[in-house]
C-alpha cells in the first residue's frame, strides 16, 4: 500500500505552491514595505532641506528653550513649509519636528527621542538660534508597517518605526 502510495505524482505541483507560497509571498512583502520605506525617506529628506533653508537664511527665527515648544507662529509656519514639500505623499500628523541651537559644530549633541506610550516624541525642541549659530534640523515620521510580523522580526513594540532624517546647517549673518 505505501508502495504504491509513493509512486502517485498527482497533486505534486499544487504541495509545492503550497510550501513556497507563504515564504515567498512574505518576502515579497517585506521587500515592498522596505521600497515604500525608503521613497517615504527621500520625500522626507527633500522636504526638510528645503524647510531647513529658510532657517538658514534667516527667513524663520525662533529662540524658544521650552521642550516641548509651545505652539507659536514659527513652528507652525516650519510645520506648513515641511507639509507642503511632501506633495501630499505622507500625513502631516506623523512627523515629529525636533530643531537645536549649537555654538560651534562640535557642540552639536543630539538627544536620544523619547516616546510616551502611543508612540509621539516628546522631548522635542524648536530654536532656530541666531546669526552665525549652528543649527541641527531634525524631522522624526512615524512610518506605519504594511507587514504586521515585520514588527516581531525587529522586535518593537508597536507597529510603527520611526524614520528620521537631520540637516544640520550654520545660520548666514542676518
Given at each position: 500500500?505505501?508502495?504504491?502510495?509513493?509512486?502517485?505524482?498527482?497533486?505534486v505541483v499544487a504541495m509545492e505552491f503550497a510550501l513556497l507560497a507563504v515564504p515567498f509571498f512574505a518576502v515579497l512583502f517585506?521587500?515592498?514595505?522596505?521600497?515604500?520605506?525608503?521613497?517615504?525617506?527621500?520625500?522626507?529628506?527633500?522636504?526638510?532641506?528645503?524647510?531647513?533653508?529658510?532657517?538658514?537664511?534667516?527667513?524663520?527665527?525662533?529662540?524658544?528653550?521650552?521642550?516641548?515648544?509651545?505652539?507659536?507662529?514659527?513652528?507652525?509656519?516650519?510645520?506648513?513649509?515641511?507639509?507642503?514639500?511632501?506633495?501630499?505623499?505622507?500625513?502631516?500628523?506623523?512627523?515629529?519636528?525636533?530643531?537645536?541651537?549649537?555654538?560651534?559644530?562640535?557642540?552639536?549633541?543630539?538627544?536620544a527621542p523619547t516616546y510616551n506610550a502611543q508612540g509621539k516624541v516628546t522631548n522635542n525642541?524648536?530654536?532656530?538660534?541666531?546669526?552665525?549659530?549652528?543649527?541641527?534640523?531634525?524631522?522624526?515620521?512615524?512610518?506605519?508597517?504594511?507587514?504586521?510580523?515585520?514588527?516581531?522580526?525587529?522586535?518593537?513594540?508597536?507597529?510603527?518605526?520611526?524614520?528620521?532624517?537631520?540637516?544640520?546647517?550654520?545660520?548666514?549673518?542676518?
Open positions: 500500500m505505501l508502495r504504491r502510495l509513493a509512486l502517485r505524482t498527482e497533486g517585506v521587500v515592498l514595505n522596505s521600497a515604500l520605506m525608503i521613497f517615504c525617506n527621500a520625500v522626507v529628506q527633500g522636504a526638510v532641506a528645503q524647510a531647513a533653508r529658510q532657517i538658514e537664511t534667516g527667513q524663520m527665527q525662533n529662540i524658544d528653550t521650552n521642550c516641548p515648544p509651545t505652539q507659536n507662529s514659527t513652528l507652525t509656519t516650519f510645520q506648513t513649509n515641511v507639509c507642503k514639500n511632501l506633495f501630499g505623499q505622507l500625513p502631516c500628523a506623523n512627523l515629529y519636528f525636533d530643531v537645536h541651537s549649537f555654538a560651534t559644530f562640535g557642540a552639536i549633541n543630539m538627544p525642541c524648536f530654536n532656530t538660534g541666531g546669526s552665525g549659530s549652528i543649527v541641527a534640523v531634525r524631522v522624526i515620521y512615524a512610518w506605519q508597517n504594511m507587514v504586521p510580523g515585520l514588527t516581531n522580526l525587529m522586535h518593537v513594540s508597536n507597529t510603527t518605526t520611526p524614520i528620521q532624517y537631520t540637516v544640520i546647517v550654520k545660520n548666514e549673518p542676518f
